[in-house]
């Protein structure tokens, strides 16, 4: 089972005050909700997790060994982390299946196992009737679908998803929060989102960001008992609970 | 990894193909190749304009492919080298192809085996292609695809084509294209220009690829990545390195990187006079007897005799001084075109001693007169031609007042006098 550990997280684009400051989270498994309000440096989280950006101060840490940021470590690393941006979008010219095994490929896997791989991770994303057509001509849920195939087609450790449901139809959340649920529970996620409504049952744990600090990080049992009294509508709670974190009250 | 099925140098290679050949064959006079490897081999860098540019186009196609995708090829565990070779290899593959066909069908043409060096060629050939692959996908890297494709094509196009007409004539070297200008029978390539078209297409690619590496500088989206600097001026500097390099090893060219060639073995033939010529000139056939009995026919009726006619070109030597005359000589030639050059090979020694006085233009009058005479008298003599004599006025005097005002006038000429044209006779 692997660890992903951040230890006093910081990062700052040149000349503007920091989008994260000193974070702290350590998960070896299970799904993580990353709540917070536009501009609270969720994507930043994440992309710095993805390796996407580079941080200014702090240390990630998957296992025991702590990302130093050479070729050799970057791609290491990469191999075991897998990330759909918000915007995602998929490369021109391939078919959907030719798109999650090149996805696999560029993630490690060898061209025999992304081959094998793919129509598997298709399937687990309701894909596998479209394997032939355009990545690009799918529709948005469907393309985050299809990242998410990408993700899984080279089972990565740490899956790192940034607000896989924004803009999504009811119908399409519907599709997303069942992938999601399957995803392996060894497997660490993390999932940015607006969202409250489906954390509780869906996450085992929550992560509050707000202007680029950290208000909370635990349970999401624990969260929800910040919201109020157990006999609440669990979304109620977590509504509470959310607004009273971002808003400073804790 | 990526399939061939939809990669736009599979569906461009057929299109650049055809209109390679159609060039080919419309400018190329196959005739030039004929027993000259050389001149084969190099010839086919003229095509390098639709090599280059398909690699190019494609290059920027499949490049901006990736910069267009989000989330898939940013944080990828494949080393870039990797990535790359993965992207660009049909664009790189199509275009060599069109080049080694193009190659072989001069090389078949000149009905001779290329010696092991003009390897290099194809090899500067092979580089000049993945400088402009490496070109367009770093066009790719940083600018969207709707300004990447036809920046590729205008800006590959513009260096291709106007390196070579560029009046800096060491700039001209380094496209490669301007290695069609070579060769004479009598002439060799000259590797300098094979070796800058080689070194600048190995640093310009480098240049190219390092610049490409690094997150552009108008990014689609901010948090694609951060850009490293050092980067940035690595690229640039490999890029400035090839240029500069480039332009010292072919600093001493002229229009054509060609040497007279010193290791095509000359051999002589006959004795009145001798005539030297290479194999190259002897491919296809022996027609010295030809040289001989042109440059025999003139020294019958006063011309003076010569022990030896060589065609090394640029082979400085005075007829008087040591009894040799150089004419120039192609296996291609016709026989007329073989008796013309041997028999002007006495004109042509004194265009190429001129004298430079105020009387120029009237000793280049008569020089006109004094060719076209001479030649015509040979081909009459050894071809029996009866093509008529331009002047009007010499064509009216008796064929012994011709032979005098002739004779008259090459010996003027050569010492730096101006001969009476025929019509003040």
Known sequence: MSTLSIKNLSFSYPKSSPQLDRIDLSYSSGKTAILGPNGAGKTTLISLLATALTPRQGTIQLTTDVLKYSSKELRAFRQQVAWLPQDFSPVAGLSVLEHVTYSAWLKGASRKAAKAAAPIALERVGLSEMSKHKATALSGGQQRRLGIAGALAHDAAVILLDEPTAGLDPNQRDKFQKILNDIDPQKIVLVSTHQTEDIDGTFDSVFVLDQGRQKFHGSTADFMELGGFTEDDPRDRIRTAYGQLVSGEH | ?425
């Not at chain 2, 049909?90 to 192809?97: E, G, M, N, R």
């Not at chain 2, 190995?202 to 951060?226: D, I």
């Open chain 2, 1 to 425: 990894m990526l399939p061939i099925a939809n990669r736009p140098a599979l569906w461009l290679l057929p299109v650049f193909l055809v209109i390679a050949f159609v060039y080919l064959g419309s400018y190329t006079e196959l005739d030039l190749v004929l027993g000259n490897p050389d001149a084969a081999v190099s010839g086919a860098s003229s095509t390098l304009l639709f090599s280059c540019l398909l690699a190019s186009i494609c290059a920027a196609i499949e490049s901006s492919r990736e910069r267009n995708s989000r989330g898939v090829t940013e944080v990828t565990s494949r080393g870039y080298l990797y990535r790359i070779l993965d992207r660009l290899w049909p664009s790189v593959l199509s275009a060599t192809i069109i080049q080694i066909v193009m190659v072989v069908y001069l090389v078949v043409s000149s009905r001779q085996t290329p010696e092991p060096k003009l390897w290099l060629v194809v090899l500067g050939y092979l580089l000049a292609i993945m400088a402009h692959s490496a070109f367009g996908y770093f066009l790719g890297q940083w600018f969207p695809g709707r300004f990447a494709v036809p920046f590729a094509l205008v800006l590959s196009y513009l260096f291709l084509a106007f390196t070579g007409a560029s009046g800096y004539f060491p700039a001209h070297y380094l496209s490669g294209m301007t290695l069609n200008g070579c060769c004479m029978a009598a002439q060799s390539l000259d590797y300098r220009g094979v070796w800058t078209l080689i070194v600048f297409s190995s640093l310009a690619t480098l240049g190219f690829l390092t610049l490409a590496s690094n997150n552009n500088p108008f990014p689609k989206k901010k948090t694609a990545g951060q850009t490293a600097p050092r980067k940035y001026a690595f690229g640039a500097s490999v890029l400035v390195l090839a240029l500069t390099a480039g332009l010292f090893i072919s600093r001493d060219f002229d229009g054509i990187a060609v040497v007279n060639d010193e290791t095509k073995r000359f051999t002589c033939t006959g004795t009145s006079p001798q005539v030297c010529l290479n194999d190259v000139q002897r491919f296809g056939g022996d027609r010295s007897e030809l040289v001989a009995q042109s440059v025999r026919e003139l020294s019958e009726i006063g011309f003076p005799k010569a022990k030896r006619v060589t065609a090394e070109l640029d082979h400085d030597v005075r007829l008087a001084e040591t009894g040799e005359l150089v004419t120039s000589f192609e296996p291609w030639y016709t026989d007329e075109q073989v008796v013309y050059a041997a028999s002007s090979s006495y004109s042509a020694e004194i265009i190429n001693h001129l004298c430079e006085n105020d009387d120029f233009d009237k000793q280049y009058e008569a020089f006109e007169i004094l060719q076209d005479w001479s030649t015509n008298y040979a081909l009459h003599k050894v071809l029996g031609s009866n093509a008529e004599i331009t002047d009007e006025a010499l064509r009216s005097k008796s064929f012994e007042q011709q032979r005098r005002w002739a004779l008259n006038a090459y010996q003027q000429l050569s010492r730096c006098e101006v001969p009476a044209l025929p019509k003040g006779l």
